[in-house]
């Protein structure tokens, strides 16, 4: 049995990774940084008869990351499988970000991951990156951004802690249905109506254009997820990176130049 922690358990892939692992009979630490939010999984919890235990952390919170670790350590005497799943999609022309809000994509998105474990020179942390960590997408460069670091930072970390017996694994999700799109963010100044389609209407038409061509394929049950990032956790060999989806597959296998060529198409305008 592993003593697992999920950041982001609140909703979405954290949740039901929190809830997998616990079918799977390991002790899990949901945390979520609103503990009002504890209701949503516990109750799912309950009706499996199942047992997670919530915790608050806000990923951004240095004080509250401490406090989260303070406790599991107390109550569990170890940490064997750190799920980092916090964050949040980003949408909208580049342009628009002020550098505040490109800092705050990258407080969660990257450097809200945390780095835990070589002290105890055992254990498996999780990155739950994007296909957006592979490819970038129009209108989602900041998120993007954000997942490319993670994935790079991921890359080096993975072999710096692989001598300390410490497995860092990514996990790269295609579109599936969470609460993301609710929760997504948009640059200040659009959120306040003041740019996007008030200062160019061309970047209006682009907009609606590629947002009508995204989403095509279905999205995926954030359940499947799930069961990958357990399969990782609970894998004596696991691989450093796990694409999940079929819409993920497609896009990867799309040669550089063939993905380029379709981003072209999706934002030229017909004549
Ligand atoms: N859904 C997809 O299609 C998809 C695809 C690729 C990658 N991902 C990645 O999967 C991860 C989970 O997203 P999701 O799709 O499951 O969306 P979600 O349902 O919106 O869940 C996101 C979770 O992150 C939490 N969170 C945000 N900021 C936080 C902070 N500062 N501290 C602690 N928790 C914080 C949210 O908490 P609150 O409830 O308090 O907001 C929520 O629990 C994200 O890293 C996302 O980028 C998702």
Known sequence: MAVALITGSSSGIGQHSALELVRRGHRVFASMRNLESAHFIEEKA??????????????????????????????????????????????????????EDLKYVFETNFFGALPAMRAQRNGTIIMVSSISGLR???????????????????????????????????????????????????PKRIAEGVAQGTRDP????????????????????????????ADAAEAENPEARYLVGKDAE?????????????MIKRMTLPN
């Open 202 to 229: 061309l970047y209006d038409t682009l907009w609606k254009r590629f947002t009508a061509t995204s989403g095509i394929v279905p999205f995926g049950d954030a359940s499947d997820v799930a069961r990958v990032i």
């Open 250 to 262: 497609e896009i990867v296998a799309l040669s550089p130049e063939d993905f380029e060529r379709s």
């Open 46 to 99: 309950q009706k499996e008869r199942l047992s997670v235990e919530t915790i608050q952390l806000d990923v951004t919170d240095a004080d509250s990351v401490a406090a989260a670790i303070a406790h599991i350590t107390e109550r569990a005497g170890r940490l064997n499988v750190l799920v980092n799943n916090a964050g949040f999609g980003s949408f909208g022309p580049l342009e628009d970000y002020s550098d």
């Open 136 to 186: 970038t997408f129009p209108f989602l460069s900041a998120y993007s951004a954000s997942k490319f670091a993670l994935e790079a930072a991921s890359n080096g970390l993975r072999h710096e802690l692989r001598p300390f017996g410490i497995r860092v694994i990514l996990v790269e999700p295609g579109n599936f249905t969470t609460r993301a799109g609710v929760n997504m963010h948009v």
